[in-house]
Structures are given as structure tokens and as C-alpha cells.
Nanobody, 119 residues
């Protein structure tokens, strides 16, 4: 069974940095896309950044220039480097992926990791 496990969240001061990781495992043939979403208290879940299997990236306007999505050489982990963090970046961050397995294409969510930006 395919799983996504996020890590790297925590408490950071405004202007600080964090790097989130999303590791995929379980019968993976290819990771088509991986997207980071976030959801702040009382708000809808919003797209933060996406990376395709070809390496193309896309960012929300609110994070462009501050956040960078990338992948490891083994192609099973995606990262979200977050710099110049602001209090409004506080949210639970989720990774979501379209993954091709031996049984076909499946969509998977991670469990989420809390990011809190506060002094």
C-alpha cells in the first residue's frame, strides 16, 4: 500500500526557515506529481507548490520566491524549503501525490505536519 509520510514541521520565528519532507513508499512505479497543500485554522485548504515527474514546478503567489519544492535523486522524496517565513504561513502542511503503482494510478494524502511561525 502506498504511503506518504511528512516530516520537518515545527515552531519557527518570523523570518526563519524550515524544510518539509514527504517520503513515498509502497510499490511505487512512478510519482507523477506531488503537491504541498496547507490549511490554516478556519480557512480552506490551499495549494502551496507542485512538482511534476518532469521537474516542472508551480507555486502559489503567496509563497513564490520564498518557498522551493524539489525532489531527491531516488525520486521518492519531495521537499519544501520554506524561507522568510511569515506568521500567515502558519498551517498544517499536507503532501498529496498522484502515484503510479503496479495496480494502476492512485492518489494519496500524507497525514500532515504542523508549521507554526511565531515570535
Amino acid at each position: 500500500q502506498v504511503q506518504l509520510v511528512e516530516s520537518g514541521g515545527g515552531l519557527v520565528q518570523p523570518g526563519g526557515s524550515l524544510r518539509l519532507s514527504c517520503a513515498a513508499s509502497g510499490g511505487i512505479v512512478d510519482i507523477k506529481t506531488m503537491t504541498w497543500y496547507r490549511q490554516a485554522p478556519g480557512k480552506e485548504r490551499e495549494l502551496v507548490a507542485t512538482i511534476t515527474s518532469g521537474g516542472s514546478t508551480n507555486y502559489a503567489d503567496s509563497v513564490r520566491g520564498r518557498f522551493t519544492i524539489s525532489r531527491d535523486n531516488a525520486m521518492t522524496t519531495r521537499y519544501l524549503q520554506m524561507n522568510s517565513l511569515k506568521p500567515e504561513d502558519t498551517a498544517i502542511y499536507y503532501c498529496y501525490s498522484e502515484i503510479l503503482t503496479l495496480l494502476g494510478l492512485t492518489n494519496v494524502w500524507g497525514q500532515g505536519t504542523q508549521v507554526t511561525v511565531s515570535s
